[in-house]
């Protein structure tokens, strides 16, 4: 057995726990299982799916009560999906051909999978896993196998893949960390995990089977790397890192109340980028002020249609009230790329992330883009609001933006409804092109939010979800950096503010050099908020700027991380 597993840090963090197998093969189980006759076996079906439906509403309320609403979400969806004929009425139709429960379960489920599997966007196929989860719940409680019992220990969930309703079942002080085989970050079971914060190593592929049940294990959330029976030194090692997690997580509650200001006063709004009205409101407890990125194409997705004007604006109106008076940012929906929505049918393209994507659709579809725009507008009413576009890379696309804002404000005049005149309108800088032609743009647009999520993937041309180039991706290489540079210059020229969005933002290294470039505003997930906040009260806006102009003189992306990994320990 390997003493140490290196495989991909998913969510940072460390953890010491006994390791709780999940996700285990169920073949002997299902070899001594003794089938009844086919209407006993249809009982039994009908008996597991009540009882599993039963089970998740269950962890949905709990979820709900400890705060976890993405979490809750998630398995309300597998609540639904364990009653949805689609699932049951194919488990039926095998149970009745092959006349064995469980394995008709698992059969009719990897059909199933299958289907969703084939499919060329990642996120339908990351669906596949959702069923499997679901049936496999539904087999186990047919085998009468126990959902995995939690003792008195910390534990560490270990699986090919683990199941997000066997991490959402473990409750947040028995729950350490978690390792998976598979290779996904977008996975739902890492986004349930990344809402709770639980360090998680994923991509270790099928060394998951040489981990034993109960072993004591030291995960190291930053690295990827799984120590497994850590010797004293180690194990002490580890556990004077977790005392320092621990400190750490004490001295960002203390936070939460404070202003993101440097020693010299210089202050930046620390914002929080949610995908749905419920998060606004749950990042309160880090602090945040306001929404810097409501990612409203989540408004369009699991569902089978267009929502209409008016649920969009009971979600619009919803997010800004739970801004308390800070702006919040509703950006226009970026569907396309990796976020397909079925229901538009969009033809297959070879690549989706140069493709009929984002504002290229919204500009197209007026049947979509106007009911959206004008439930923003309504719901504008109720706060500070603002409209963002993604993936503008020219002027053009920004003046009929504002004709179709002006429309949109005209079509409310005459149904006499009531809308903010005050709606901010601003775009993403999320292209080379855009980050280019900022000085030009900006005359244009209200405030400019920097997406490096994309802006680093055509910058650098490397794919951002393809890990085989993974290396490549830096949010400090050189070229991004001038391009960030250049599009706070042309805000700070114009009078108009500036903030960023995308993932560096969460960044604390890169807060100090943002922040010194003339960066007004950073948006990021929730959590993050407090350390990138403990960064700025660290450090003078001199400091900064001291920081930057070295890293601006530096050759490499690698350069510019050790530089300021170095700066800051001092
Ligand atoms: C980005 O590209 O940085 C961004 C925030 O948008 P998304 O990640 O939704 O593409
Ligand atoms: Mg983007």
């Known amino acids: 057995m390997p003493e140490k597993l290196q495989g991909m840090g998913a969510i940072p963090?460390?953890?010491?726990?006994k390791i709780m197998k999940a996700g285990q093969a169920l073949d002997g189980h299902l070899a001594a299982y003794k089938p009844g006759t086919v209407e006993e076996e249809l009982e039994k079906l009908n008996a597991a799916v009540a009882e599993v439906a039963d089970v998740l509403e269950k962890s949905v309320e709990q979820m709900r009560a400890a705060g976890h609403d993405e979490q809750a979400n998630i398995m309300e969806a597998h609540m639904f999906l364990a009653q949805d004929p689609m699932l049951t009425d194919g488990m039926t139709a095998k149970i009745e051909e092959m006349g064995n429960a469980p394995a008709a379960v698992l059969a009719s489920a990897a059909e199933s999978a299958a289907i969703f599997q084939s499919m060329d966007d990642e996120y339908l196929r990351e669906r596949a896993a959702d069923v499997l989860d679901v049936s496999k719940r539904i087999a186990r409680k047919i085998l009468g196998i126990k959902e995995p019992e939690v003792g008195e220990d910390m534990v560490v969930l270990c699986g090919y893949e683990v199941e997000p309703s066997?991490?959402?079942?473990?409750?947040?002080?028995?729950?350490?960390?978690?390792?998976?085989?598979?290779?996904?970050?977008?996975?739902?079971?890492?986004?349930?995990?990344?809402?709770?914060?639980?360090?998680?190593?994923?991509?270790?592929?099928?060394?998951?089977?040489?981990?034993?049940?109960?072993?004591?294990?030291?995960?190291?959330?930053?690295?990827?790397?799984?120590?497994?029976?850590?010797?004293?030194?180690?194990?002490?090692?580890?556990?004077?890192?977790?005392?320092?997690?621990?400190?750490?997580?004490?001295?960002?509650?203390?936070?939460?109340?404070?202003?993101?200001?440097?020693?010299d006063g210089v202050?930046?709004?620390?914002?929080?980028?949610?995908?749905?009205?419920?998060?606004?409101?749950?990042?309160?407890?880090?602090?945040?002020?306001?929404?810097?990125?409501?990612?409203?194409?989540?408004?369009?997705?699991?569902?089978?249609?267009?929502?209409?004007?008016?649920?969009?604006?009971?979600?619009?109106?919803?997010a800004i009230e739970a801004c308390n008076g800070e702006l919040c940012v509703i950006r226009t929906m970026d569907i396309g790329g990796d976020k397909p929505l079925p229901y538009l049918n969009i033809p297959h393209e070879d690549n989706p992330f140069l493709g009929y994507r984002a504002i290229r659709i919204s500009l197209n579809r007026r049947d979509l883009f106007m009911p959206q725009l004008k439930a923003i507008l309504r719901a504008g009413v109720y706060g500070k609001a603002a409209i963002m576009a993604?993936?503008?890379v020219s002027v053009d696309e920004i003046l009929r933006l504002r004709a179709f804002v002006r429309e949109a404000m005209q079509e409310l005049e005459d149904e006499g409804k009531e809308y903010?005149?005050?709606?901010?309108?601003?775009?993403?800088?999320e292209t080379p092109a855009a980050a280019v032609m900022?000085?030009?743009?900006?005359?244009?647009?209200?405030?400019?939010?920097?997406?490096?999520?994309?802006?680093?993937?055509?910058?650098?041309?490397?794919?951002?979800?393809?890990?085989?180039?993974h290396y490549l991706y830096n949010h400090f290489h050189p070229a991004v950096l001038q391009l960030i540079h250049r599009t706070i210059k042309a805000a700070n020229d114009h009078d108009i503010w500036a903030g960023m969005c995308g993932e560096m933002a969460s960044d604390?290294?890169?807060?100090?050099?943002?922040?010194?470039?003339?960066?007004?505003?950073?948006?990021?997930?929730?959590?993050?908020?407090?350390?990138?906040?403990?960064?700025?009260?660290?450090?003078?806006?001199?400091?900064?700027?001291?920081?930057?102009?070295?890293?601006?003189?530096?050759?490499t992306g690698e350069q510019v991380l050790k530089y300021l990994q170095e700066a800051m320990e001092r």
């Open 166 to 263: 066997v991490i959402a079942g473990v409750p947040d002080d028995k729950i350490a960390g978690v390792i998976m085989g598979q290779g996904s970050t977008t996975c739902h079971a890492v986004i349930i995990a990344k809402s709770r914060a639980i360090p998680t190593v994923v991509g270790i592929e099928h060394q998951t089977d040489e981990i034993p049940e109960g072993a004591k294990v030291v995960l190291d959330g930053h690295k990827g790397l799984i120590i497994i029976d850590p010797d004293p030194a180690t194990l002490l090692e580890y556990m004077e890192k977790l005392k320092q997690q621990k400190e750490a997580e004490a001295r960002y509650a203390a936070l939460r109340d404070l202003p993101a200001v440097t020693k």
């Open 267 to 318: 202050e930046v709004q620390l914002a929080a980028n949610i995908g749905s009205p419920n998060d606004a409101a749950n990042a309160a407890k880090y602090g945040n002020r306001g929404v810097g990125l409501f990612r409203s194409e989540f408004v369009f997705m699991g569902r089978e249609d267009i929502p209409s004007e008016e649920m969009q604006f009971e979600s619009y109106k919803k």
């Open 390 to 392: 993604p993936m503008v």
């Open 508 to 555: 604390p290294y890169a807060a100090v050099i943002l922040m010194a470039m003339g960066i007004n505003e950073l948006s990021m997930s929730a959590p993050s908020i407090p350390r990138v906040k403990e960064m700025i009260r660290s450090v003078t806006f001199e400091e900064a700027k001291g920081h930057l102009a070295k890293v601006m003189e530096m050759e």
């Open 420 to 429: 903010s005149k005050s709606v901010q309108l601003g775009i993403m800088v």
């Open 13 to 17: 963090g460390v953890a010491i726990g």
């Open 438 to 469: 900022t000085p030009t743009f900006a005359k244009y647009v209200d405030f400019f939010s920097i997406g490096t999520n994309d802006l680093v993937q055509y910058t650098l041309s490397v794919d951002r979800v393809n890990p085989n180039v």
